[in-house]
C-alpha cells in the first residue's frame, strides 16, 4: 500500500483553481485533507461556494471545506470578474453541495490538521496568501509542522495584473511577504513557470468536446479566459494553479532555483512585485528562503492533466 501524500489546498476558484482541484481529486497518490477558501478571483461568499460545490461535482465531498479570509490583510480587495466571472466560474454550473458548513476557520482547521498529520502534511495555496498568513502569525509553530510550503504566486519576472506584479501576490502583498518571512523554504510557482505551463488551442479544443459533465464545465468555465486572451492573440490557457499540485506527484516535471524572496509591500509603480536576488550582482545576504520554479516540461505536464480530465 503506497503512503500517500497529504496535501492542504488554499484556493480562490476561479477557473485555474477548479481545474487543479479536479484534476489532483483523480490523482490516487494524493490525499486532500482539507480546502480552504480565500478571496481572491472572486468574493470569499463565491470562492467558498465554489470549492464546496467542486467536490460535489467530483462525488468528494468527503473532504473538508472551511471559510477563510474575506479581505486581504490591510488592503482593499480586488477581484477577477473579467477572467473569472463575477461567480468565480464564468457562470459554469455545478452541483450545489448540501454538506453542513464546517464551523471551524480556515488558519483554525490548517493548524489542527498539521498536527495530526505531524510533519507529513503539504501545503498549496494557488490564491492570495491572507490565510496562509493570518495562520502562521496565530500559531508560530505552524510553518515547522509543514513538509513543504507551495504557492502559486509571484514572478521573477513579468507580471499579470500590473507590469510588475503576479495576481495572487499583489492582491495581499503583506501577507505574501509574510509567508515567504516565516522560516521555511517556500516553492514559488510564479508566472516564470506557470506561463509555461499552458494548455493548447488544440488542448482546450479537445478538453471541450463531447458531453461529458467534465466537458461542458471545462467549455463554459473557460470561456471569458479563452476570449479575453484571444484579444491578445495568445491561445494559451495557463493552468498556473495546477503546478504546485502537480509537482507533488512529478517534481521532476519542474526546474528551479534557490534564492531570497522580498515582496514590495509599499511601491507605488512596483506593489506586489516578487524581488528575488536570482540574476542580480547583490544578494539579499539573507538565507535563501526560496526555491523560485523557471522551467516544466509542458508535454508531460498537460499529457498527465489530461490523463486526470479523462477519468470524469
Ligand atoms: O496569477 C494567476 C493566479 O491568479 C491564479 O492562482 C489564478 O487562479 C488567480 O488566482
Ligand atoms: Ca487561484
Not at 98 to 110: G, Q
Not at 248 to 256: D, Q, S
Request: proline residues 5%.
Amino acid at each position: 500500500m503506497m503512503d500517500k501524500i497529504p496535501v492542504w489546498i488554499d484556493t480562490d476558484p476561479g477557473v485555474d483553481d477548479a481545474l487543479a482541484i479536479l484534476a489532483a481529486l483523480k490523482e490516487e497518490r494524493l490525499e486532500i485533507a482539507g480546502i480552504s477558501a480565500v478571496a481572491g478571483n472572486a468574493e470569499l461568499k463565491h470562492t467558498y461556494r465554489n470549492a464546496r460545490n467542486i467536490l460535489a461535482f467530483a462525488h468528494r465531498e468527503d473532504i473538508p471545506v472551511y471559510a477563510g479570509s474575506a479581505k486581504p490583510l490591510f488592503r482593499e480587495l480586488i477581484t477577477a470578474p473579467s477572467a473569472h466571472g463575477n461567480d468565480g466560474l464564468c457562470g459554469a454550473v455545478l452541483p450545489e453541495s448540501t454538506v453542513p458548513h464546517t464551523e471551524m476557520c480556515a488558519f483554525d482547521a490548517l493548524y489542527t490538521c498539521a498536527k495530526k498529520y505531524a510533519g507529513e502534511l503539504r501545503l498549496a495555496a494557488v490564491g492570495p496568501l491572507t490565510n496562509i498568513a493570518l495562520a502562521f502569525k496565530k500559531y508560530p509553530d505552524l510553518p515547522g509542522l509543514l513538509k513543504e510550503i507551495l504557492i502559486m504566486g509571484g514572478a521573477a519576472e513579468k507580471g499579470n495584473i500590473t507590469p510588475c506584479a503576479e495576481f495572487n501576490v499583489y492582491v495581499d502583498p503583506h501577507a505574501a511577504e509574510a509567508v515567504f518571512r516565516c522560516g521555511k523554504i517556500v516553492k514559488m510557482f510564479g508566472l516564470d513557470v506557470t506561463t509555461k505551463a499552458y494548455l493548447t488551442e488544440e488542448d482546450c479544443a479537445e478538453l471541450s468536446e463531447g458531453t461529458t459533465g467534465f466537458a461542458r464545465f471545462f467549455r463554459d468555465s473557460t470561456q471569458n479566459i479563452i476570449r479575453l486572451k484571444e484579444t491578445m492573440k495568445n491561445y494559451e490557457l495557463c493552468m498556473h494553479d495546477a503546478c504546485p499540485l502537480v509537482y507533488l506527484v512529478h517534481p521532476e516535471f519542474f526546474e528551479g532555483e534557490e534564492c531570497t524572496v522580498h515582496v514590495e509591500t509599499e511601491g507605488r509603480i512596483t506593489l506586489g512585485k516578487t524581488v528575488t536576488d536570482l540574476w542580480s550582482d547583490q544578494s539579499f545576504h539573507e538565507p535563501h528562503n526560496a526555491k523560485v520554479m523557471l522551467g516544466v516540461d509542458r508535454e508531460k505536464f498537460t499529457e498527465y492533466l489530461k490523463r486526470k480530465f479523462a477519468e470524469y
